[in-house]
């Protein structure tokens, strides 16, 4: 079973100096056909002007990972993190038993970009952890790269629940195919450019449920970049 979710009807909060938009009912945003996706809880695409972002705040038993797409994203935390995210860099922040922490537009000329993820954790009330990795274009290219997983697999960011995210660059002559396991699901993000998955066309910010499926393919694509999340019913 496959369930398209398209860009336009995502949730939507322009405050001038940020334009996001909610794949899942977040903030003023509420939507009781989409309030996530077996752990998966958010996906928000937001766009930071220069030299804004968000003051610091708190949060807890929540796993978030952002996924810089273009510009500079400055991050600090009450664990005494502190680093500037660009485009390749994938950062993973445990909130487990709380966690404070901002992030803001570093550049003062240039927006930041960014997809903003919430993973519900397997368990809850584990130490606040932070981790960041690096996973260049090539890598991504053509394959299917394992960018969080609960294990840490080929490099990947460690996530505390039983999910698997992959990212994927693909061009014309480009084809992938993901194999879900029995009792998994998949939810495709495409982050940018225009990709068919299972034969249904999708652009830039759009996604698919894939439920009760063997597996998962990605081709036609024409300057995409996708996101694969391997879930859990």
Not at 22 to 41: A, I, Q, V, W
Not at 162 to 171: E, F, G, Q, W
Not at 177 to 183: A, I, M
Request: net charge negative; no cysteine; aromatic share 8%.
């Amino acid at each position: 079973m496959q369930e398209v979710r398209r860009s336009e009807e995502r949730g939507a909060a322009n405050h001038g100096w940020l334009d996001s938009r909610h794949t899942f009912s977040f903030g003023h945003y509420h939507d009781p056909r989409h309030m996530g996706f077996g752990p998966l809880l958010v996906i928000n695409e937001d766009k930071v002007m220069p030299g804004q972002g968000f003051g610091t705040h708190g949060h807890r038993d929540m796993e978030i990972i952002s996924y810089v797409l273009e510009g500079a994203l400055e991050h600090k935390d009450s664990m005494g993190n502190g680093s500037v995210l660009r485009y390749g860099d994938v950062q993973r922040m445990t909130a487990g038993t709380g966690v404070r922490h901002s992030e803001f537009n570093h550049s003062s000329t240039e927006r930041v970009h960014f997809l903003q993820i919430w993973i519900q954790p397997s368990e809850t009330g584990i130490a606040p952890g932070y981790e960041e990795k690096h996973f260049s274009p090539d890598s991504k290219q053509g394959k299917l790269r394992l960018i969080a997983s609960p294990d840490g697999r080929d490099g990947s960011v460690v996530i505390h629940q039983d999910a698997r995210i992959y990212a994927t660059i693909l061009d014309e002559a480009d084809s992938v195919t993901h194999v879900l396991d029995d009792e998994r699901t998949s939810y495709v993000h495409v982050i940018r450019g225009t990709v068919s998955v299972n034969g249904t066309a999708l652009k830039s910010g759009d996604a698919l449920k894939i439920t009760r499926e063997t597996q998962v393919k990605l081709d036609q694509a024409e300057a995409a970049e996708v996101l694969v999340f391997d879930l859990p019913y």
